[in-house]
């Protein structure tokens, strides 16, 4: 059996799942989720998601 990793860019409608996997994180005491473009940082999923878009194009990265 292959056990391949398939990455996908964020949106909406991974919101759900993005902030069940952050709260996972929190509840076993990790605050810090690496690699994750300050998604434990960040309150709302919208501006993250924002963020992390204009991240993909080198005239709006931060």
Request: aromatic content about 12%; proline content about 3%; hydrophobic content about 30%.
């Amino acid at each position: 059996m292959k056990n391949d990793i398939c990455l996908v860019r964020p949106t909406l409608e991974h919101k759900e799942e993005a902030l069940a996997y952050r709260e996972e994180h929190f509840w076993h005491g990790e605050k810090i989720i690496y690699g994750s473009e300050l998604f434990d940082k960040t309150e709302s999923y919208e501006e993250w998601l924002t963020c992390v878009t204009r991240n993909t194009d080198p005239a709006t990265v931060n």
